[in-house]
């Protein structure tokens, strides 16, 4: 089994950035897929971006492309998602995945984890 820990969100103000990470355990992540969803009141869970095990590939939404950049340390089993230029509509409930076979984990994952919270103010 793994376990996804989210940390880094939080309050800002339009504008700002934010630093998430994703630290994984149970086992090495290093060949999963890894990506963000996040999950807004009201509103279904949305695909943010993902990462290839290798970290080679990267794909975007296209409403957090040019704004949102995801990278990951295997040696620290973790996933970041270096957020700028964040809009109020970006708040919601941030939520790691990751999946040991999917190239890309924007239409599967096995695993998610807790979600942190990300408030934009405008």
């Known amino acids: 089994q793994v376990q996804l820990v989210e940390s880094g969100g939080g309050l800002v103000q339009a504008g700002g950035s934010l630093r998430l990470s994703c630290t994984a355990s149970g086992r090495t992540v290093s060949t999963y897929a890894m990506g963000w969803f996040r999950q807004a009141p009201g509103k279904e869970r949305e695909f943010v971006s993902g990462?290839?095990?290798?970290?080679?590939?990267?794909s975007y939404a296209d409403y957090v492309k040019g704004r949102f950049t995801i990278s990951r340390d295997n040696a620290k089993n973790t996933v970041y998602l270096q957020m700028n230029s964040l809009k109020a509509e970006d708040t919601a409930v941030y939520y790691c995945v990751a999946d040991p076979y999917a190239f890309s984990v924007a239409r599967t994952y096995s695993y998610r984890g807790q979600g942190t919270q990300v408030t934009v103010s405008s």
């Open positions: 990462i290839s095990g290798s970290g080679s590939s990267t």
